[in-house]
């Protein structure tokens, strides 16, 4: 079993910067691909940036000049740069195992992900 525990999140003025942090716990050997997602209110949740410890970063073509991710030491990192209002959401960390995602499309669409962390809240205003 996995946990998953975020920290990081905050209120920050647009154009502001914070770097969140996932850490593992459990058994972190098992993963084969860790994922950020964040939701807004009234919004669907949507996926952020991905990483496999065995391959690195699948990071989006819309965000990637200002989210960065990285894994290090069983803790999945997010930096995000130049903040938005539009960025404020809960950011949730999720990981999942071999096999688990097989067939169910791809990363950003949430399927499959085994294990959730309870968010962390990123407030720009």
């Known amino acids: 079993h996995v946990q998953l525990v975020e920290s990081g999140g905050g209120s920050v003025q647009p154009g502001g910067s914070l770097r969140l942090s996932c850490t593992v716990s459990g058994d972190a050997d098992s993963i084969d691909l860790m994922a950020w997602f964040r939701q807004a209110p009234d919004k669907e949740r949507e996926g952020v940036a991905a990483?496999?410890?065995?391959?690195g970063p699948f990071e989006l073509d819309s965000l990637k000049d200002r989210f960065t991710i990285s894994y290090a030491n069983h803790v999945l990192y997010l930096q995000i740069n130049n903040l938005r209002p539009e960025d404020s959401a809960e950011y949730i960390c999720a990981a999942t195992t071999p096999g688990s995602r097989r067939g169910l499309g791809p990363w950003f669409n949430g399927s499959g992900f085994k294990f959730w962390g309870q968010g962390t809240q990123v407030t720009v205003s």
């Open positions: 990483f496999a410890p065995a391959g």
